[in-house]
T-cell receptor, first 112, second 115 residues
């Protein structure tokens, strides 16, 4: 079974607009990661936020984490056509070997 | 190697055939994960290795699925008597630090089609 649920499942925006994707999860986590997947390819790590952090930035990416609500959001600012891809949140569970489980993903389309 | 390598890239099997999928992780990476990804879905956890030890196989769907990593590097996922529902992309990922799996490096996957 999958740990996270992304919302929305699909998002279509114009180039230059911001894209926001949300993720909810169920168990206690050590960290939360966001990955990107282009069609037919493997996943690429984008950004990580630890359980004791609330916000993280990397270039045009901004991630927030609310552990009390077990939710995270990924904001992509000034989107480009090349950002078109599927985005997944993944959680590394606290305790044990830190199993990494993925959500169902948000399919983002950026229209030029 | 420079990245995680998976082979074959595509595999077509007749129902009932056995298949073996190979994963070459990044050299020195301790952690290795296998995931199954159905079309339009997120990767679903199958199994986890820390070096040669298989610490978690709770995601393997049935006893037809078997994974090994005998020398702590290359891993093989074997599916016996394949069924149509096994059709999916099988992804392998590795991580350098088993204590905090903070960044997984993925291969391009093996797309398995069972006819």
């Amino acid at each position: 079974s999958q740990q996270g649920e992304e919302d929305p499942q699909a998002l279509s925006i114009q180039e230059g607009e911001n894209a926001t994707m949300n993720c909810s999860y169920k168990t206690s986590i050590n960290n939360l990661q966001w990955y990107r997947q282009n069609s037919g390819r493997g996943l690429v790590h984008l950004i990580l936020i630890r359980s004791n952090e609330r916000e993280k930035h990397s270039g045009r990416l901004r991630v927030t984490l609310d552990t009390s609500k077990k939710s995270s959001s990924l904001l992509i600012t000034a989107s480009r056509a090349a950002d078109t891809a599927s985005y997944f949140c993944a959680t590394a569970q606290s305790g044990g070997y830190q199993k990494v489980t993925f959500g169902i993903g948000t399919k983002l389309q950026v229209i030029p | 190697g420079a990245g995680v390598s998976q082979s074959p890239r595509y595999k077509v099997a007749k129902r009932g055939q056995d298949v073996a999928l190979r994963c070459d992780p990044i050299s020195g990476h301790v952690s290795l994960f296998w995931y199954q990804q159905a079309l339009g879905q997120g990767p679903e956890f199958l199994t986890y290795f820390q070096n040669e030890a298989q610490l978690d196989k709770s995601g393997l769907p049935s006893d037809r699925f078997f994974a090994e990593r005998p020398e702590g590097s290359v891993s093989t996922l074997k599916i016996q008597r394949t069924q149509q529902e096994d059709s999916a992309v099988y992804l392998c990922a590795s991580s350098s630090n088993s204590r905090s799996n903070e960044k997984l490096f993925f291969g391009s996957g093996t797309q398995l089609s069972v006819l």
